[in-house]
């Protein structure tokens, strides 16, 4: 081994000023919240018998019932993404839902082997960043699909896919309802099957995932590169003001 190479335990690219070692005192997070876990549920069909609301409608009176606040945004007259203003009436109620909430469940049918165009609009609506920050970040992530046909997992996995780039925590359960069309009777409630309990277990899940997750979500999300990147913006505001601050005032003859 050449002489110039570093040990193990020296880091020279580190920059340990801005190293946060994980510790598990830092994990109790702050004063613990009392209110009920907010849930936002969205859902990817306008026809009037969705059989995605309907499952999201099922899993609302479910978190309701395991004590949570659900709430499920609806996206008829929601615009396709950047054709209006983003002061659009309906992409600030999706926004303000977003923000409100501690967790959501995405619910899409599957169409061509993947999401629908509604679901995927309602999550282009939802800025990639605000501040610096993906504004979803540190938020909990169920998903669930529903198919007219045999069972299949491409649209939870796309799910999965934008959960991940909206930099959620997405829990480790989901559902998939096949032939959703037999699983629910004429007033719309899901009926006592498999598919019924494993929606039951996902919203159970959900509430756990984020009642251990929202009161520490700036510590989970704080990142190194991040902090780093910030510290390094500082400091070259700082020597900028101070070069600017050592310049001749206009008026000042030589």
């Not at 190479?5 to 801005?18: E, N, Q, V, W, Y």
């Not at 598990?24 to 613990?32: I, Q, V, Y």
């Not at 923000?99 to 800025?127: L, M, N, Y």
């Not at 699909?145 to 959620?168: E, H, I, K, P």
Request: proline residues 8%.
């Amino acid at each position: 081994m050449p002489s110039d190479t570093p040990p193990d335990d020296a880091f020279p690219a580190l920059d340990s000023a801005h190293l946060d070692l994980p510790d598990h005192g830092k994990l109790a997070g702050r004063e613990p919240s009392t209110h009920p876990p907010r849930i936002l549920l969205l859902y990817g069909s306008l026809r009037e018998r969705s059989y995605s609301r309907l499952l999201v409608e099922e899993a609302a009176r479910l978190l309701r019932r395991m004590g949570a606040e659900p709430r499920i945004f609806d996206p008829r007259g929601l615009p396709m993404p950047d054709s209006v203003s983003p002061d659009h009436p309906k992409v600030q109620e999706l926004r303000a839902l977003s923000a409100w909430s501690e967790g959501q469940v995405w619910c899409s049918p599957e169409r061509h082997g993947t999401i629908t165009g509604v679901f995927k609009s309602q999550i282009d609506w939802i800025p990639l960043e605000v501040a610096g920050i993906r504004p979803t970040q540190g938020r909990t992530l169920a998903v669930m699909q529903v198919s007219g046909g045999s069972q299949s997992f491409n649209a939870v996995n796309a799910l999965r896919v934008l959960g991940r780039w909206m930099r959620m925590l997405t829990i480790p359960n989901q559902s998939s309802v096949a032939k959703a069309f037999q699983e629910f009777d004429e007033a719309g409630r899901m009926k006592s099957s498999p598919y019924y309990d494993r929606v039951v277990d996902v919203m159970e899940e959900l509430v756990k995932f984020t009642l251990l997750t929202r009161d520490r979500t700036e510590y989970f999300t704080s990142r190194y590169s991040e902090r780093r990147e910030t510290a390094q913006k500082a400091e070259n505001e700082a020597r900028r003001l101070a070069e600017a601050a050592m310049l001749p005032s206009a008026g000042q003859s030589n």
